[in-house]
T-cell receptor, first 111, second 113 residues
């Protein structure tokens, strides 16, 4: 089955700097890659997703890139703000199976 | 107000007792899921259901059971066979199993002593 590795497990950045979180997946048939954000004490929420027919997707300060050959995808957050502090989860799915989540990255944005 | 709800928020049980966690959604979603969240372990899938009266085991189903008698409801029973039941449990739903956004409930924190 699918296996998703996520790095780093913790990340601290200064406010205004960029943050990058990387995930690798094992199943070459996976074709859907969402990212979820979980703020402290709250439920996870989808922030961006990408499908295998696209190499990059942006939404304001957030972008996701996908390298199908290398089987990895990354979340990029630019101009980080304190409210970006949260745990971020990547996930992968081949479409007819449930999502497999990474173990999460705790991002701390230091003001 | 549409959404997915879980109750209770906190649950305490004695070891050896079965306990049922509630999950309800009014989003008209076909697919529902149960995850267990432990520190540093991410979201691990316990059970999922694609449609009423059908459900499948996830990665850590041992010691758990579910039912899906109604589209809106997907209760999870933590049985006495679950060796380490203390955890945070999240329920989620999506339009269908395939690549659609999952909407999560607020979670239930279960403590077994």
């Amino acid at each position: 089955g699918e296996n998703v590795e996520q790095h780093p497990s913790t990340l601290s950045v200064q406010e205004g700097d960029s943050a990058v979180i990387k995930c690798t997946y094992s199943d070459s048939a996976s074709n859907y890659f969402p990212w979820y954000k979980q703020e402290l004490g709250k439920r996870p929420q989808l922030i961006i997703d990408i499908r295998s027919n696209v190499g990059e997707k942006k939404d304001q300060r957030i972008a996701v890139t996908l390298n199908k050959t290398a089987k990895h995808f990354s979340l990029h957050i630019t101009e980080t703000q304190p409210e970006d502090s949260a745990v971020y989860f990547c996930a992968a799915s081949r479409g007819n199976t449930p999502l497999v989540f990474g173990k999460g990255t705790r991002l701390s944005v230091i003001a | 107000d549409g959404g997915i709800t879980q109750s209770p928020k906190y649950l305490f049980r004695k070891e050896g007792q079965n306990v049922t966690l509630s999950c309800e959604q009014n989003l008209n979603h076909d697919a529902m899921y149960w995850y267990r969240q432990d520190p540093g372990q991410g979201l691990r899938l316990i059970y999922y259901s694609q449609i009423v009266n059908d459900f499948q085991k996830g990665d850590i189903a041992e010691g758990y059971s579910v039912s899906r008698e109604k589209k809106e409801s997907f209760p999870l029973t933590v049985t006495s066979a679950q060796k380490n039941p203390t955890a945070f449990y999240l329920c989620a739903s999506s339009i269908r199993l395939t690549d659609y956004e999952q909407y999560f409930g607020p979670g239930t924190r279960l403590t077994v002593t």
